[in-house]
């Protein structure tokens, strides 16, 4: 089951990274192109999307729905709903988060883990005197990639060292944050609160299918799901998100065996069906992701990219290490047995690879041009967090679980 989970994680980064390494060339080698495609209109005149750059039909609130906004604020909804599926199971009893002091640590780690890096970024961009320009990415850096942090610690650690549900657990708590933080600090355009009244009457929808014993979840999305999204969509908010608050209303299974077991697979509530289907669209979905989004020219390289890199290499690992140590020695909730303060340093530069959703913030922080190229080169180049874990490893002396 284990191999069978590694398998799927692994999946998903070549194809995401295969997209992200297409659009970075076709960018480079034929930009006006490259622009073509993310603009091209699927549908005009409607009342969600992007707004419409003609004046006459922007007065109107006439929008357009292009190439681009169908994959980072449509078909992106999936894979937000798929991460918050993770979330919401955690909090299920035998879930890594039903157990208040037991996640206290990996918690309160992932949160020094975002702290640092924003701190970093908004200082960097204060000393360099472009605060007002490029403060609004100190979110860009928060993030972890959870596929590819998996994957690097697993290679360092051994699947049996108690760091990898660690780190699952910490990067999934990042994950919540991050999807929080997107909702609260990065709307649209101006919030119309009202338009929130639909999430809320999709949920009670949703409870209401529950109980009457409604199992397949195609009506979940195509009901309460498709009346959520609009709500998200019209209110201002980040569309992505739009899904997230119908998955606990799907019918599901009790208890959890725990972050990224596989063996929750084979259950057939309707929660993880959902996930089952949709896994791997999802994994086209994100290689068009780093297609649409990766693809920036070189010469984009700027300050924004710099105050990433530093935010992400080396505000995570300071923030996770300096956080998991007050709590664990100062507040006595203590590491999990077999991890020292050595390996929590390490896996702190393993969540340093902020790339997927790392790219996504930076589509939502900036307006597009220089400055969002700019900081997207930092999310693509946090790959670099794969050398530098490896070299904390070999400092730290760390050993591999048998």
């Not at 997927?356 to 900081?375: C, E, M, N, R, Y």
Request: hydrophobic share 55%; charged share 15%; net charge neutral.
């Amino acid at each position: 089951m284990l191999k069978k989970g590694l398998d799927f994680l692994l999946e998903n980064s070549i194809i995401l990274i295969a997209g992200a390494f297409a659009g970075l060339l076709w960018a480079n080698i034929n930009h006006e192109s490259y622009e073509h495609l993310l603009h091209f209109e699927i549908f005009k005149n409607t009342l969600i999307g992007y707004p419409l750059h003609d004046a006459a039909d922007a007065a109107h609130g006439m929008r357009v729905i292009n190439f681009h906004y169908l994959v980072n604020d449509i078909l992106m909804a999936f894979f937000f709903a798929i991460a918050g599926k993770e979330v919401w199971e955690a909090t299920l009893p035998g879930g890594p988060l039903s157990n208040a002091k037991k996640a206290a640590v990996p918690l309160i780690s992932a949160v020094g883990g975002m702290i640092g890096p924003a701190a970093i970024y908004l200082y960097g961009a204060h000393l360099i005197g472009q605060y007002a320009e490029i403060s609004n990415g100190w979110a860009i850096p928060c993030a972890t990639d959870i596929a590819f942090s998996y994957l690097v610690a697993r290679l360092i650690f051994g699947a049996g060292h108690p760091a990898v549900p660690f780190l699952l657990l910490l990067a999934i708590a990042d994950d919540a944050l991050g999807l929080l933080i997107i909702a609260v600090f990065y709307p649209q355009e101006e919030v119309k609160i009202l338009w929130m009244l639909l999430p809320v009457i999709a949920v009670i929808i949703g409870i209401i299918m529950q109980k009457r014993g409604i199992h397949s979840f195609w009506p979940y999305l195509i009901i309460p799901g498709t009346l959520s999204w609009f709500g998200f969509a019209l209110a201002g908010l980040h569309p992505s998100l739009g899904l997230l608050p119908i998955i606990p209303t799907l019918p599901h299974a009790h208890a959890d065996k725990g972050l990224f077991n596989w063996a929750d697979m084979e259950k057939h509530d309707t929660l993880n069906e959902f996930e089952h289907f949709w896994k791997n669209p999802v994994e086209v979905i994100l290689g068009l992701f780093g297609l649409l989004n990766a693809g920036v020219v070189v010469g984009a390289i700027g300050e924004p990219t710099y105050l990433v890199l530093i935010g992400l290499l080396l505000g995570k690992p300071i923030g996770i290490w300096l956080t998991g140590m007050f709590t664990a020695k100062t507040l006595k909730f203590g590491l999990p047995d077999g991890l020292s303060s050595k390996d929590l340093f390490v896996l702190g530069n393993a969540a340093a690879i902020g790339f997927t959703v790392a790219l996504f913030v930076s589509t939502v922080a900036f307006k597009p041009g220089q400055i969002q190229d700019a900081a997207k080169m930092g999310a693509l180049l946090s790959f670099g967090a794969v050398l530098t874990t490896f070299i904390a490893a070999k400092i730290m002396r760390t050993k591999k679980a048998k």
